[in-house]
Structures are given as structure tokens and as C-alpha cells.
């Protein structure tokens, strides 16, 4: 049976959509007029196999979830793009400095906000494999709207969420959620979490944490998940893109951060 107990999360508080931040189709070519049809999104697909090790980053022993599904999608896409980066556990590490977290200091191992990391990633950027990464940019996508969730790992490759975690979940093999979701299975009572989402099928989704694949059901996703965002990479992405749209958002949202 998995035990998950001794692992770190990290995942701060979700906060409300930033205005400024587009959906998904809102940067992409759409079938009415501003470009290419979308690409068809396949019923099932699992990238997780594209990797053969992703790495912990520093996530079993602190809360740096946030900074480690950076680093799991940029390895994903440079991966498949031919030139795999990986970020290592010091990358990681002082990428999360950036958040407040002091070496050596427990006190200062908070945590970070998803909106915040992604916003640091499309700006300043992260170190990963000795180069500086900057992600072109990021969008919303609503948790509910799972046909959405689907089409954003199928376009841009990986999508990043915020699940609220339940302490149920420390020894499930497969992450699910039971009809009865107080104590152990209360939204949160572990903690929060960041994970890439890279796969989905009829059964549920796939997402990488603590250096390996994890699976979980879209009951799990139903109640945990609390922010979703696509993550728009020119290493992977499919659709024809607004770039230019997508820049100037991306500089509104960092300003109202």
C-alpha cells in the first residue's frame, strides 16, 4: 500500500481568477474565425512515460510542490522537443527562495502561491538544467469544466493544478474520493499541493508528484481540485497561439499580483 505520510506539499491558498488572465480558448486559434480549427482532443493520452526520471526536487522534505511541477513540465516539453532539461534539486531550492523560504530556516518553509509561481515563471523565470526558463505565458481553466482540462493537456502538453488535499489520500495507490468527504477526507485537511497534470482516460487523470506518476480518479479531481492553469510553452504547443495577446495579459497579471 502506498504511505505518503512523510511527504511535503506546499500549495498555498488558492486565490480568485486575476482579471487580466485569459482562458484557454481565448489564446488559441478558434473554429469561428481567428484562425486554424483546434485539434481534435483524444478520448485518452498519457505523457508520463515520456520521462524516465523526473525527479523529487526537494519535495519530500520541503514545501516546495509549487516550484517542483515547474520544473516536471519544462522536462516534459524539453523532452519531447528533443533537448531534455532537467532542474535539479538546488534549482529548485533557490527557486523557492524566491518565495520566502530561507535555507536552513524551517520557519520560512511556507509554501507558495500557485498564481504567484507562475507569474514569477513567466517574468523572472527559474533556473532549470542551467538556463534560465521563462514560460511565454499561462491561462485559466476552470476545474469543473473537465472537457477543458482534457484539451489543455492534449494542446500545451501539461496542465498545472492546485489540488487541496485530503489526508485520506497519504495511503491510496490511486487518489479517489468517498460519498463522505469530512475528517480524513476533507478538502485540505493535509494540506494544499501543485502537480502537473499529464495524462488523462475514462478512469481518471495522471499527474507527476514526488519524482514519479501518480493517478487519480475525476472524483478525486471533482472534489480536491481548486485551480487549473495551461501552461503555454513554445517548446510543445500545438494550436496557433495569440502571443501577442498572451504577453500583454501576462504583464497585467504580474503588475496585479
Not at 489543455?152 to 479517489?176: F, I, K, N, T
Request: hydrophobic share 45%; net charge negative; aromatic share 10%.
Amino acid at each position: 500500500m502506498a504511505d505518503h505520510s512523510g511527504m511535503r506539499l506546499g500549495k498555498t491558498r488558492a486565490r480568485g481568477r486575476p482579471r487580466a488572465l485569459g482562458s484557454l480558448k481565448y489564446y488559441l486559434a478558434e473554429p469561428w474565425g481567428r484562425g486554424t480549427p483546434l485539434p481534435p482532443v483524444p478520448p485518452a493520452l498519457d505523457r508520463s512515460g515520456d520521462v524516465t526520471a523526473w525527479g523529487m526536487l526537494g519535495n519530500d522534505r520541503l514545501g516546495d510542490c509549487t516550484i517542483a511541477a515547474v520544473g516536471h513540465a519544462a522536462l516534459l516539453w524539453s523532452s519531447r522537443a528533443g533537448h531534455p532539461r532537467a532542474m535539479t534539486p538546488e534549482e529548485a531550492i533557490a527557486g523557492y527562495e524566491a518565495f520566502g523560504y530561507r535555507p536552513g530556516d524551517a520557519a520560512s518553509d511556507q509554501g507558495a502561491n500557485a498564481l504567484d509561481v507562475l507569474a514569477h515563471w513567466s517574468g523572472a523565470g527559474f533556473e532549470i538544467g542551467g538556463v534560465k526558463d521563462v514560460v511565454a505565458g499561462f491561462c485559466a481553466i476552470e476545474p469543473a469544466f473537465m472537457r477543458d482540462v482534457r484539451a489543455g493537456v492534449a494542446w500545451l502538453g501539461a496542465v498545472y493544478a492546485g489540488l487541496e488535499m485530503p489526508l485520506a489520500a497519504q495511503r491510496q495507490e490511486v487518489w479517489d474520493a468517498p460519498a463522505e468527504r469530512s475528517g480524513d477526507a476533507a478538502a485540505g485537511s493535509w494540506g494544499g499541493h501543485a502537480v502537473p497534470i499529464v495524462g488523462y482516460g475514462p478512469e481518471g487523470l495522471v499527474c507527476i508528484t514526488w519524482g514519479e506518476p501518480k493517478r487519480m480518479t475525476w472524483a478525486f479531481w471533482a472534489a480536491y481540485a481548486s485551480e487549473a492553469y495551461g501552461l503555454l510553452s513554445e517548446d510543445f504547443v500545438r494550436p496557433k497561439v495569440d502571443w501577442d495577446a498572451l504577453e500583454a495579459d501576462m504583464q497585467a497579471v504580474r503588475s496585479g499580483l
